[in-house]
């Protein structure tokens, strides 16, 4: 079943950390309806969190595997980040 793409479950998406998720809702709903500011303002926000350029957005996973490696991708670019402070 496909998930239902509004700005609510995408906000859960955010208070539970799951930040990915809640980009690719907001990524829908921005293109959905662009004149809305609002989720524009959120989308811009979730990308530059996310580390992504129009040029790195690429689709979201499909298998496990490819989940683990994104998300050790994620855990080593937190880690170079911290030890550069």
């Known amino acids: 079943m496909d998930r239902i793409m509004t700005k ?8 539970q950390g ?7 809702i ?3 709903l ?7 500011i609002e989720i524009q303002k959120r989308f811009n926000e979730l990308k530059k969190n996310l ?4 040029s790195s957005i ?15 991708g994620w855990l080593a670019n937190i ?3 911290k030890k550069r402070k």
């Open 30 to 36: 921005s293109e959905k309806d662009p004149s809305n």
């Open 58 to 72: 690429q689709p979201s996973p499909r298998s496990t595997e490819e989940k683990i490696d994104l998300l050790e």
């Open 8 to 15: 609510t479950l995408a906000e859960i998406y955010l208070q």
């Open 51 to 54: 580390g992504l350029s129009s």
């Open 18 to 24: 799951h930040l990915q998720d809640a980009y690719e």
């Open 79 to 81: 880690r170079e980040r």
């Open 26 to 28: 907001y990524r829908a």
